[in-house]
């Protein structure tokens, strides 16, 4: 068992890091999100070149072969600056099931362009009616001839106005399945909007839209999305953890600072007990989240495992996030609920994060499910 | 011991729910229930109504529109008008600064401005926090200095709410800086946002919306006459005032409100392919939640029969702790209900099948952290709670 | 409504508070606890001379006729000395099921009794194999001739072993009976042994013991055993605020005193704020077990009221008695532990109340039953 | 970033677990396990066994009996021994005095102290702690004055762990009270419980046990070699040994012992007919605490990954923190599992049908309230989380 990150992957994250402090300054992200389409494209270009976005893809597929640690490190960064790029959502979770689930020609065309910042795929998979499901049901599928056309609605779509392709999950004889539809197909209508952190979301009306069909035979992509689910919930799992850790040097460095009663705040000892208190649940999801990542990783893993390690790093995610996210505003006081202080911004996205794929509650009540399967959990496999 | 109302409090309870259920206008009411943006003009609508039917001002002198209420019946009325949805009459100045000039004022002042504030023909706003001050009040900076028969006032003021609709300020300044004690040279004036030398910029806050405002002042020119009270007694004035601001602040009829809509949306929601209401992990939430409320509302009645003398009971340091925690977990109930749901935030409403109580979960729910901030901090509550009531 | 407590009230409170307060400081309670019955007869027989133990019953039975504020005045004193008499055991428990079920015959003997403070009637319950239930099964109830007998076990019996009377819940055809069992009858074991919280209780054997069978007819008595331990709860809920009520006065009196660094423990904010904590948790359960009291006195309540209040007023208690237990010994630091201070003991009675008739997840997932039967709870009967 | 124990690292964490559950005879393993007391006895036997294995003081230097072992496999040797109900080595001893002694003894004392010591030949207490310091150490009284080759000691200690079964004390003592600072004039002295002038009074504990002691001196002359490195340099081997004490004190494996053995309790357990294990509340909560053990177990790890300078890292704080909580949460969920039966607390075996666990339920969750005040209390470990690492 090994925590640490090699010399390479620690290049890795100097340069992402680089690059997005460079880009985002609290400022500079009030102005990025303002406008449409709700992140720099510049630095999605950027990102391209560095290779990030087709960090955990294959290099025959146009990726760089690279693992989910490696993923995990461009997360934290994003994170820490609240990179409004949508990295976990197109890269993590769309580019993911291309991956897992095209053909090989399917992977070249979308993973290359995706890899190369030249065309922005992003999942649309929920749907208003339904809850955190790895199934669809508001969309479904109907062959036409030697393709399919879609029809439904999906709700809300991240960056679903902005992308160049859909993979939309649909229903089919027999499950779910997923379909390519390209952004300026017949019968799909975008309405776009802000979400509360600043980011974008959009409602994907699709009216017979023709659509390709996502890997070779039309069988039930159930379990292929929850995989994707889950490893795109441990990626947002780092991302929470940079959000939180800008959070808390936030709040610390304003008690430090900012003066009431004619002494810093970091003089009253209930005040720094509970940036303590921040830190203690900042570490614990820290390494809840690279474990959930070497789970990933770890090439004798199993589904079962991958799920299971999400579903963890989920619910500790959640918890810490609230919790560091009401405290850094609560420390702060009345700056902390203002837009034009960063603060409540890193919040905001903890809420996001916490709402796309599942939250606490959601994942407690599934490890509720398997609690006698084992006499204790093993960190360590056997 | 008594379970039941007395049959007089019962029809005073019945006769505010009538009232407030039948004629405030359903669409300002509609408008509050759905935590949309409330408008000036419904506010005042609202308060005008109240006012009209003697429901504004109750807890002011009786010659000034105020009622012989008892405590219960003030927490009746306030709690009725919360659980329907009624815009509550305008805290600064129902609550703030006409209890002020009705204790302090001179016969002129009382004249003048008591009328209009119950009529929301003033609007007021408050002028105390200032950027470096926070909950430190007594170390703050904006300056009045006396020239001839004005006072000339320099210097910033910052959450200031809803300065934007604001006709007039009540504001502490500093009117004897060699004073011994900082909370000794502090003064109260008012005088007109419009006066020439008063500026205003709205504070974007997280929700996306603008009800706080920095307020500055660059050589403002305020009549002598406009001085509330005795010069450099301000201090005293602000506590007055503060005392009141934590009275009916527990807000529980608002909080079963947010939760009763929770509990229906949450029977319309599928989860796994039932009603999300049916979870056992909700159920058990909502049961913990509601028993946390119904204490802090049977504490809110415990303190108003303890509190006959007037004087702010210290044990409402509980009801504003508790009651802005409770208020908090409820728009957090509002988001985990609305899961997914909530990331639509600011779609508009053509533009999404997200219902309005969905998209607005997460804006609220980030905007009510204000709550335990706001109107003495949940911080300072609990050091009146050690102070005053432990001794520590 | 009205929560205050007329002046006859006042009287008697001051009463019972007088005699509990000189008969009890954390020396002699330690002393009586050590030594069985674990509560001293003298103070019992003087509770019995001042009307408290029949202050719930009929006076044609032999009781003061007086209603449950009463009786929570008089569980609050007992719970703010820790009394280690068995007064919610006994006289609200046992008596309760007794004034509600029995002849008028049984009412006059036993009640009248229990009054004078001749006999100890407590209530013998609980089963090793169960947990919370108003049923029973572990005993069972046969016919013999004109009467019956019991056999099975009961376990843990609160002041089983000293009781000269107990009321023993059995299953009979269609339900659960509740008979009269005298101490000394045949077949009859008792082991009594010391509980945590000093007070004793027993494992009630019985073996084809003779027993008389409670009320005219024998009938199913679930719904009066409900209702009883919905009435003790409330009682204990009473206890329980005395006793945290002590727990904080202590605590907030060992923050004044107790030096550390060169200044009084006051002097640290993370403490003083812990301390308001604590007080904010009590005067929130002083409200609702007041209020289920008001329930409980109430003549238009249904039963299903009384049911739902003690339930409410369990859960609150669950929560500020552990908050405020576990809270009072951090605060003390070490010697909070130790058997020699006061304060702990407190924790370990409001441990045990909290454990007796049903912990607060316990009521919780009972009150999550009802959540969507009403849009919000009402404090004030409409 | 590797998931999995390299090849040497798994084989060591099979040996040790081999080791712990084969060697350690059962009984002492049974009585841990239950919670019971274990008796002087049973801890000498175990530590003898592992100290003739070379698994007693691991971390010692090796000529003392330490391994050259990883962090990481100290770790995981800690872990098993607590999983496998391993009473481990007296913290005195091997955690405290020992590594102190060897640190900054003389070669005498080493060699006179270190064998003994491992082998619990010597049985170790500690005399820091007054009744009137508590975790403000520097503030003892107890004061040593030179008479001769002797100190003679007088005052008086407190919380002295199972000092009625100690052989030897050590004891920090005010050597110069004239000293600038008050940490400066202290020093380190260690002697035989049975000298004259020193007497023990246990103090009973919530549970009716006896594990911690007040200890008095009157007159009590100590050898001037019995003087441990240099004189009033006692504070600094004191914050060593203390930094020392807080690391392995997550106790993830006695917690996850704990868990487990209460979801077998609860799955035999019936509750409204039904296994208790299968109430969804108990599952949950029992899921959400199995991951806070998850997380803490990792951050140890990752802890222990970095700590490779053997200094204490200050996140050590962290585990001590979270493995109190955590520990203190397992006997919760152990008592509300046992509930109604857990009021039978002190019933003989043959006087009861509640089995032992639910009858030591809650002396023992009332006993671990220790854990979060001992060894540095909770309110120090966030003292030291908001100094030294914040920054505040």
């Known amino acids: 068992m090994d925590f640490t990150f090699d010399t390479e992957q620690q290049a890795l994250r100097e340069a992402v890091a680089g690059l997005l402090q460079r880009a985002y300054d609290p400022e500079k992200r009030r102005a990025v999100t303002k406008e449409d389409p709700g992140f720099d494209e510049k630095v999605w270009s950027q990102l391209a070149e560095m290779g990030v976005l087709g960090l955990p893809f294959a290099e025959e597929d146009g990726g760089m072969g690279a693992g989910h640690a490696e993923v995990a490190l461009?997360?934290?960064?994003?994170?820490?600056?609240?990179?409004?790029?949508?990295?976990?959502?197109?890269?993590?979770?769309?580019?993911?099931?291309?991956?897992?689930?095209?053909?090989?020609?399917?992977?070249?065309?979308?993973?290359?362009?995706?890899?190369?910042?030249?065309?922005l795929v992003v999942f649309a998979h929920a749907e208003p009616g339904s809850r955190w499901t790895p199934t669809a049901t508001g969309v479904?599928?109907?062959?036409?001839?030697?393709?399919?056309?879609?029809?439904?609605?999906?709700?809300?779509?991240?960056?679903?106005?902005?992308?160049?392709?859909?993979?939309?999950?649909a229903a089919v004889e027999g499950g779910t399945g997923l379909f390519v539809v390209r952004g300026d197909a017949t019968g799909l209508t975008r309405d776009g909007y802000r979400t509360h952190d600043g980011t974008r979301a959009a409602r994907v009306t699709l009216d017979g839209t023709p659509a390709e069909l996502l890997g070779e035979d039309a069988g039930d992509r159930t379990a292929a999305i929850e995989l994707a689910l889950a490893r795109a919930t441990v990626a947002y799992a780092h991302e929470a953890v940079g959000a939180m850790e800008t959070a808390l040097t936030t709040t610390s460095e304003y008690l430090k600072t900012r003066k009431q009663f004619g002494v810093p705040l970091s003089r009253f000892q209930a005040l720094t007990f509970r940036a303590a208190d921040m830190y203690v649940s900042l570490e614990l999801v820290r390494s809840i989240a690279l474990w959930a990542t070497m789970v990933v990783d770890a090439p004798?893993?199993?589904?079962?495992?991958?799920?299971?390690?999400?579903?963890?790093?989920?619910?500790?995610?959640?918890?810490?996030?609230?919790?560091?996210?009401?405290?850094?505003?609560?420390l702060h006081g009345g700056i902390g609920v203002t837009a034009e202080y960063s603060v409540g911004h890193y919040t905001s996205r903890l809420t996001a994060i916490d709402h796309l794929l599942g939250d606490g509650a959601w994942a407690a009540d599934r490890l509720a499910r398997t609690v006698d399967a084992h006499p204790y959990v093993e960190a360590l496999p056997a | 011991m008594q379970l039941h109302l007395s049959p007089e409090d019962q029809a005073f309870r019945d006769e505010m729910r009538t009232f407030?259920?039948?004629?405030?206008?359903?669409?300002?009411?509609?408008?509050?229930?759905?935590?949309?943006?409330?408008?000036?003009?419904?506010?005042?609508e609202a308060q005008r109504i109240l006012n009209a039917a003697g429901l504004a001002v109750p807890h002011w002198p009786a010659e000034w529109g105020g009622r012989d209420w008892t405590p219960l019946q003030r927490h009746i009325w306030r709690e009725e008008m919360q659980l329907a949805a009624v815009p509550e009459p305008l805290a600064f100045n129902a609550s703030m600064i006409g209890p002020v000039i009705a204790a302090f004022g001179n016969q002129e002042q009382k004249e003048r401005f008591l009328p209009a504030t119950a009529n929301l023909d003033i609007w007021w706003c408050q002028g105390f926090s200032e950027p470096d001050a926070g909950s430190d009040l007594a170390s703050l900076r904006t300056v009045a200095v006396r020239d001839g028969d004005d006072w000339v006032v320099n210097g910033q003021k910052t959450w200031t709410t809803l300065g934007q609709y604001a006709d007039w300020i009540f504001c502490l300044v500093r009117t004897d800086p060699t004073a011994e004690k900082k909370q000794r040279g502090i003064s109260m004036l008012v005088f007109p946002m419009d006066t020439p030398g008063v500026t205003l910029r709205p504070i974007e806050l997280l929700d996306g919306g603008f009800e706080v405002n920095e307020v500055f002042f660059e050589d403002v020119r305020v009549p002598a006459e406009n001085l509330i009270g005795e010069e450099n007694r301000g201090w005293d004035y602000a506590k007055f005032l503060l005392g009141n601001e934590r009275v009916g602040i527990a807000r529980v009829g608002a909080t079963k409100r947010m939760i009763a809509d929770a509990k229906e949306h949450a029977a319309r929601l599928s989860s796994g392919g039932r009603p999300l209401i049916e979870d056992p992990s909700m159920r058990t939430r909502i049961a913990e939640l509601e028993n946390e409320l119904l204490a802090l509302e049977l504490t809110a009645l415990r303190v108003v029969s303890n509190s006959s003398d007037g004087k702010p009971n210290p044990a409402s340091s509980v009801l504003k702790l508790r009651g802005s925690e409770l208020q908090q977990a409820a728009t957090e109930l509002l988001v985990d209900i609305a899961g997914p749901l909530s990331l639509a935030s600011f779609a508009d409403d053509d533009a999404t099948d997200v219902p309005e109580w969905a998209r607005s979960a997460t804006p609220e729910y980030l905007n009510y952290r204000k709550v335990s901030i706001y109107g003495g901090s949940n911080e300072v509550q609990r050091t009146i709670i050690a102070g005053t009531i432990l001794g520590l």
């Open chain 1, 74 to 119: 461009v997360a934290t960064e994003v994170g820490r600056v609240l990179a409004p790029e949508p990295f976990v959502e197109s890269v993590v979770l769309a580019g993911g099931l291309v991956a897992d689930v095209g053909t090989a020609e399917q992977r070249a065309q979308l993973l290359g362009a995706l890899s190369e910042g030249s065309s």
């Open chain 1, 140 to 169: 479904t599928a109907t062959r036409s001839g030697d393709g399919w056309t879609l029809s439904g609605t999906k709700e809300p779509v991240p960056s679903g106005a902005r992308a160049d392709v859909l993979v939309v999950s």
């Open chain 1, 300 to 330: 004798d893993s199993t589904p079962e495992q991958v799920l299971a390690a999400a579903d963890r790093a989920r619910l500790q995610t959640s918890k810490a996030g609230r919790h560091i996210g009401k405290e850094a505003i609560q």
């Open chain 2, 20 to 44: 407030f259920t039948t004629k405030i206008p359903q669409a300002i009411r509609d408008d509050v229930a759905a935590h949309r943006e409330v408008s000036k003009e419904s506010y005042v």
